[in-house]
């Protein structure tokens, strides 16, 4: 036995402390259990949170205008937009100077790609310029301010030196306000013009369809867990089966089969027409709306919200209905106040299970969305292959995945996250 | 046995029969009478329909034919919410996301009772099992006796008359089975409540019941008191399930004033008491309880027969001594002898007479 009165850390038989002779001991056993981890360690590193890093990092960076204009970036520091005047000959030179080099390296492009997403028509000022300037000696051909002028009035703008200073910095939160429909004007962050803004409008829309979406899994889902969480075993598996059935075909198959299905001279419009419910004239929109997304994006993450509900049911001991009803409950009750409780960790994992799954969904929006049914993640991807504005899309990506983790955060206050099974 | 016409029947099983296929009968032919105040105990081996007669009582089951009164009217076609029948289940049921407190009210929330008339019979509830202090906690911070109170403590709650308990027991550990045994006879009497006790374990029938009902096959085989149970037992089937039981199978040579004189298969004689037996010829299994067997001679009654053993094992106890014989072939003779300071202790390989009362030893059905 110990020595309780004794002050200092327990000592093993030989002196040591008992802490360290513990650590000692299990040292070779976590080791080995590390090394067991070690591939799928290394594997999520270098396949997601490197990637995931980096993404995030590029939301932010903004090295090229400073690697590719270095002395107008220099030159600019002391000018200040606000006068009202453009710079000096001294910016237009040094502007001359990087064009020729960039120009040379064939980046005067990249510069010009970037500064566009800030600025549109500045991209072809860049491409014009720096074609010609390339042909001039820097030495004696100025001054550059009326010759760089003449090749584009664009350079007369001081809104296209403006947009240069302000983005010259080798951080910008440029990418971020952009993707919340804002952007740096000359008094700091400012709201975008109405016509211009749409990113808040996509936010808003995916977190509101993976809501109802969600719910409709809740609803729809319920009762076929508890359907299969009461049945003989046998039985159960067989409709297990049918519930896992999806999973074994191509989801591109079961959207393509919701297209077939919702569209007007679809299968569901045309029996409604053939049975006299629906007038021919007047056929159902089911597919390019937010209803079709909503009913082909509930098909498709029911599974992932009977699972979960499934085997939290199943734990549940059927004596606790018993009880309630001997107690004087009648059904209702008994399972309102007795039975539903119990499942509320199974709702809970099934929750946030399928909005998460929903909120960065992408190929099913973008198939049967149209465009009133797209997700942020349409425009994500949009953004990441299409423009090729990863900044963007980076941005979107991190706002994304922000509001998860708040929301994340906002569940585990109100329900608990260790309230939640997830079988 | 039943009586329909009983008028202090508080419980009344008439010919019920429950089947869950369409094939088999699980209860064949019940017939039970219960008068109120009675702690009647289901006993008998699983599948024996000792459950499904509790369930049929509770509501969960519906009766496949004949009738199950309480309190004279039929309740086959109530449901059990509104019977207001108290059940301990075996695993408690205590709800888990709800307190102590609240697994209480429940019962008298659904009653919609006030809420001081429901907190003044929760205390009450929980101090009648010395569980006043717990009323907060949740039912997985208790240990499992402790449940096994609670559970008690809210079948009773809303006062019903009638109170059946589904093996609350089996899952205690044997000391703190033998108390709870113990608290709940002494409550049940103390409230007056009728209890329909579900067990597979007789010595918590014997030990708790006022009568036992032992279940087998469907059917009740007998149903008396724990006394008569164990030293009259009916037929062959509750002499074994009930205690420990020595069997002799032989054939009976005649029955006169009383006594049935059998011939064992060996061709020994033995004295029994005639219970299934009626004429000479019939075949018969003889069952003798092991602490009515006697070796020692001078307390033996003059005249009884005799039989030869041998001694093959001793087996000390503690509180008793028990040795097994060869006896009519039979390897597995027990005998049990407590352990006075007068008492002989057998050695294996000695050879011994053994004898018994004819009244203790039964000639049952073959």
Known sequence: MTDISHSGPVLAADGTPLKRSLARALRMQKLRALMLIAPLLLFILVTFILPVADMLFRSVENRIVQDTLPQTVEALADWDPASGQLPDEAVFAAMAADLQVAAEQKTHTKVAKRLNYENPGLSSVFRKSGRKVKKWDLATDGPF????????????????????????????????????????????????????????????????????????????????????????????????????????????????????????????????????????????????????????????LLPFMILPMYSVMQTINPSYLRAAKSLGATDWTAFWRVYFPQTVPGIGAGSILVFILAVGYYITPALVGGTKGTFISNLIAYHISTSGNWGLGAALGAILLAVVLLLYWVYDKVVGIDNVKLG | MA???????????????????????????????????????????????????????????????????????????????KRGIGMVFQNYALFPHMTIAENLSFPLEVRKMGKSEREEKVKRALDMVEMGAFGGRRPAQLSGGQQQRIALARALVFEPELVLMDEPLGALDKQLREKMQFEITHLAHRLGITVVYVTHDQTEALTMSDRVAVFDDGRIQQIAPPDQLYESPENSFVAQFIGENNTLEGTVKEIKNGIALVQLDDGELIDCKPVNVSQPGERTRVSIRPERVEYNKDRLQAGVHTLKAEVLEFIYMGDIFRTRLRVAGNDEFIIKTRNAPDQVRLQPGQQIEIGWLPEDCRALDA
């Open chain 1, 145 to 300: 301010r009326e010759k760089l002028i003449e090749i584009d009035d664009g350079w007369g703008d001081i809104e296209l030196w403006r947009t240069i200073k302000t983005y010259s910095g080798t951080f910008t939160s440029g990418y971020f306000l952009n993707a919340v429909d804002m952007q740096l004007g000359a008094e700091g962050p400012e709201i975008r013009p109405e016509n211009e803004r749409i990113y808040n409008t996509m936010l808003v829309r995916t977190m509101r369809m993976s809501l109802i979406i969600t719910f409709s899994c809740i609803l729809l889902g319920y009762p076929v867990a508890w359907i299969l969480a009461n049945l003989p075993a046998r039985k159960a598996n067989l409709l297990l089966i049918l519930v896992l059935l999806p999973f074994w075909t191509s989801l591109l198959v079961r959207t393509s089969a919701w297209k077939i299905l919702l569209q007007q001279q679809g299968v569901i419009n045309d029996t409604l027409v053939w049975i006299g419910l629906v007038d021919d004239a007047n056929r159902l929109v089911l597919i390019n709306n937010e209803l079709g997304t909503i009913i082909a994006m509930t098909h498709i």
């Open chain 2, 3 to 81: 009586d329909a016409s009983n008028v202090d029947a508080f419980v009344e099983f008439e010919r019920v029969q429950k089947s869950y296929d369409g094939e088999n009968l699980v209860v064949k032919d019940l017939n039970l009478t219960m008068p109120k105040g009675e702690f009647l105990t289901m006993l008998g081996p699983s599948g024996s329909g000792k459950t499904t007669c509790l369930m049929m009582l509770a509501g969960f089951e519906t009766a496949t034919h004949g009738d199950i009164r309480l309190d004279g009217t039929s309740i086959n076609n109530i449901p059990p919410h």
